[in-house]
């Protein structure tokens, strides 16, 4: 593994155990969208799917667990592309329902859900045409919208700290604006990553050995 990989690895593992974090901060003490209460079960579909997500989806991409434990890797993608169209469709069903930045939220976060539901859908179709490259490709793309919540709030609550209480107006524009450089740097991220890998996940060798 080069030092490159080894960045990426730890940092994506950071990540996922933030987005853990989080998402367990977020079920004890809930959230500011007045919706989430409103709506419990939708939430609850948005968030328990999603802790799961985070916390099981990095392994898929680790090939030392990929490649030793072939049948783990198989039956955890079958669960955590479920899980991510459940908590996708919920993310979906948030960002047009009840969004907290209103129509700004809308348009950019059920944008890139969509995207993320396409992603997974993709990502399971070439994989069951045995285009292992291509799945490889899809779900890290997938992942990587995924991930980005955790950027999102790596940006947004430090300007809310910088404020000092700020009015919900404040709080809806640096909402929108952190979700909006989160996800646009995860996406580029991930094509740029994949790019970079994908020479070397092209060969036919071992075709389980370029999945994602």
């Known amino acids: 593994m080069t030092k490159l990989e080894t960045t990426m690895t730890s940092l994506v593992g950071v990540?996922?155990?933030?987005?853990?974090?989080?998402?367990?901060?977020?079920?004890?003490?809930?959230?500011a969208n007045e919706g989430f209460a409103e709506y419990p079960v939708v939430t609850n579909?948005?968030?328990?799917?999603?802790?799961?997500y985070l916390a099981l989806a990095p392994l898929q991409f680790l090939s030392p667990i990929r490649d030793r434990y072939r049948s783990y890797h198989r039956w955890s993608g079958r669960l955590l592309a479920t899980v991510g169209l459940i908590l996708g469709a919920?993310?979906?069903?948030?960002?047009?329902?009840?969004?907290?930045?209103?129509?700004a939220e809308q348009i950019i976060v059920s944008g890139f859900a969509v995207f993320f539901l396409f992603a997974i859908v993709r990502g399971v179709q070439t994989?069951?045409?045995r285009r292992f490259a291509e799945h490889r490709e899809w779900m890290m793309?997938?992942?990587?919208?995924g991930l980005s919540i955790v950027t999102m709030r790596l940006i947004f609550i430090p300007i809310l700290v910088a404020i000092?209480?700020?009015?919900?107006?404040?709080?809806?524009?640096?909402?929108?604006?952190?979700?909006?450089?989160?996800?646009?740097?995860?996406a580029l991220g991930a094509e740029l990553w994949i790019r970079h890998t994908r020479s070397a996940t092209r060969t036919p060798s071992d075709p389980l050995a370029s999945t994602g």
């Open 15 to 31: 990540l996922s155990l933030l987005g853990v974090v989080f998402t367990v901060t977020f079920m004890i003490r809930g959230g």
């Open 45 to 52: 579909l948005h968030v328990v799917p999603g802790l799961l």
């Open 90 to 103: 919920a993310a979906l069903f948030i960002s047009l329902v009840f969004p907290y930045s209103g129509l």
């Open 127 to 129: 994989a069951r045409s």
């Open 141 to 145: 793309r997938a992942f990587s919208i």
């Open 164 to 186: 000092g209480g700020p009015t919900r107006a404040e709080a809806e524009l640096y909402s929108i604006v952190s979700f909006t450089i989160a996800f646009v740097l995860h």
